[in-house]
């Protein structure tokens, strides 16, 4: 029976969404024109493209893909500016141009290939427990941010648990080693990785929404859009390579960053967390990295020879 009820509210907002989405605004009885700016060029979208369901999942995964290689460019300029290279955490491996073209290559058919397909079925599966998508006005600001941090903490918990999972024997020599070949990781290696993985660590990414809409019935797309923005840019950021004095660890303790996740690719162990430190501080997992780091800071690093970035 149970079975029977979400698979007929499945059919239901599959009908919906594929109405007019002129029509559902006028049946809705809002007034575009009272809306906010941002709010109009979200109608302005779902009404130029038709209908819901595809409006939505064009616009999803075209935000994945911006902010993914948007993020990544400045990381490669980075790569490239000599100055910088004195913050290079591993500055004696420099990812060559074949590396980062092959990387780049594996990333786009994982992207078109599983995370595409992922990313269509994510909202008409929300969207059965009280997931909006084209409606309007957005939630006050203030509720957005409290669901992120909520997502933000569910991800981090999982990520910890599955990556510390990915790490056992028979699950690291057959899916999570093709993550660990760049032992030296750089900003488009962020999700160079297995498909199975990029499910199994994914569940984290869209899981945090689907409990909190499950649970409340109360979940916008647009703090979706918000999360999944945040996201790629932590993901990425924790993958440049790079440990700036104005790095967010460095302000916020609890951070994980660059610095704490360039050890785990460089020593295949420690710090399986994604955003935070707790969960491997609680679990003593942070142990070896917390003595490799007090041993590096009061090692003084040597100059950066500029030479090395024309193997890049």
């Known amino acids: 029976m149970a079975l029977t009820s979400v698979v007929e509210g499945f059919r239901h907002a599959l ?88 990387c780049t290559v594996r990333v786009l058919i994982i992207h078109f290939t599983i995370e595409l397909p992922l990313i269509m079925l994510f909202h008409p599966i929300a969207e059965v427990m009280g997931l909006t998508t084209w409606q309007l006005p957005f939630p006050p600001l203030k509720q957005i941010a409290l669901q992120v941090a909520f997502f933000f903490f569910f991800e981090d918990t999982y990520h910890y648990f599955a990556h510390q999972a990915l790490h056992t024997k028979a699950l690291y020599k057959h899916i999570h080693k093709i993550h660990h070949k760049h ?38 797309m647009i703090a979706v859009y918000l999360w999944i923005s945040l996201r790629l840019l932590q993901v990425i950021d924790a993958h440049s390579g790079y440990d700036f004095p104005w790095s967010l660890h460095n302000i916020i303790p609890f951070w994980g960053g660059a610095d704490f996740h360039d050890y785990h690719h460089m020593a295949f162990i420690n710090n399986y967390s994604s955003s935070f430190r707790h969960w491997d501080w609680l679990f003593g997992t942070d142990r070896s990295y917390s003595l490799w780091k007090a041993k590096k800071d009061q090692t003084p690093k040597p100059n950066v020879n500029s030479n090395v970035l024309k193997t890049s």
């Open 15 to 102: 009908d919906a969404s594929f109405q007019n989405s002129t029509e559902l605004y006028l049946k809705s009885g809002v007034d575009i024109s009272s809306l906010n700016f941002l709010e109009q060029l979200w109608a302005t979208w779902y009404i130029a493209l038709g209908n819901p369901f595809i409006a939505t999942g064009v616009l999803s995964f075209l935000l994945h893909e911006f902010m993914y290689f948007g993020r990544c460019v400045p990381w490669w300029i980075i790569s490239k500016i000599p100055s910088f290279q004195k913050y290079k955490i591993q500055d004696e491996k420099i990812p060559s141009y074949d590396e980062q073209w092959a």
């Open 183 to 220: 032992s030296a990781p750089f900003g488009l290696a962020a999700e160079y990785a297995h498909p199975l993985e990029v499910i199994i660590l994914g569940i984290g990414t869209i899981g945090g929404p689907w409990v909190y809409v499950g649970a409340t019935g109360d979940l916008h």
